[in-house]
């Protein structure tokens, strides 16, 4: 199984701040990379597939890159409605995997 | 408008059996994949299953494989879940999921979730 680990697992920012989260597959995985936002309660929420692919209606202060083995996530300005949970995920090969989850919290 | 609702959820013994609904909506469901995943309270997303658009081809996760069985009814428009000899790490919220086969291979569009609780 391709395990999929992100970090960090929490951080603390700012309104305005720039974000990164880093995902990393166990193996390489081309750009079958997506990622997902998850608010309290609430369903996950596509924002990135195929590793840099916006989806639609998700804001462009958001974006995804990599390939191979070495992702990111990128909030170039983190905005109030941003605070959430984020999961990379691999579509590479079966079994799916998700990565652990990166907390976003306002400091 | 894409919309996913599930039901069925409950509680039920270790051992038991329990069948989840997912009721699809706004789009073509005979012409797309679909999927579970599944979250244990306080926890990350665990990919659970996924049914290609026709139901000929499933996947499942090593730690459902052969207790659970996806399956779509397009007549109803339905996804359902059957889960028997569950377990109490089976509890969690379960979410079915629209899923993009090819070329992109992602979950686009969630449901809410239906919570399942294996306790004795």
């Known amino acids: 199984d391709i395990q999929m680990t992100q970090s960090p697992s929490s951080l603390s920012a700012s309104v305005g701040d720039r974000v990164t989260i880093t995902c990393r597959a166990s193996?390489?995985?081309?750009?079958?990379l997506n990622w997902y936002q998850q608010k309290p309660g609430k369903a996950p929420k596509l924002l990135i597939y195929?590793?840099?692919s916006l989806q639609g209606g998700v804001p462009s202060r958001f974006s995804g890159s990599g390939s191979g083995a070495h992702f990111t996530l990128t909030i170039s300005s983190l905005q109030p409605e941003d605070f959430a949970t984020y999961y990379c995920?691999?579509?590479?090969?079966?079994?799916?995997?998700f990565g652990g989850g990166t907390k976003v919290e306002i400091k | 408008e894409v919309h996913l609702l599930e039901s069925g959820g409950g509680l039920v013994r270790p051992g038991g059996s329990l069948r989840v609904s997912c009721a699809a909506s706004g789009f073509t469901f005979t012409t797309n994949a679909m999927g579970w995943v599944r979250q244990a309270p306080g926890k990350g997303l665990e990919w659970v299953s996924v049914?290609?658009?026709?139901?000929?081809?499933?996947h499942y996760a090593d730690s459902v494989k052969g207790r659970f069985t996806v399956s779509k009814d397009t007549s109803k428009n339905t996804l359902y879940l059957q889960m028997n000899s569950l377990r109490a790490e089976d509890t969690a919220l379960y979410y079915c999921?629209?899923?993009?086969?090819?070329?992109?291979?992602?979950?686009?569009?969630w449901g809410q979730g239906t919570m399942v609780t294996v306790s004795s």
């Open positions: 195929a590793a840099s």
């Open positions: 049914i290609s658009e026709t139901g000929v081809t499933t």
């Open positions: 995920q691999q579509s590479h090969s079966n079994p799916l995997t």
């Open positions: 193996q390489s995985i081309s750009t079958y």
């Open positions: 999921a629209k899923y993009i086969w090819e070329p992109d291979r992602a979950f686009d569009f």
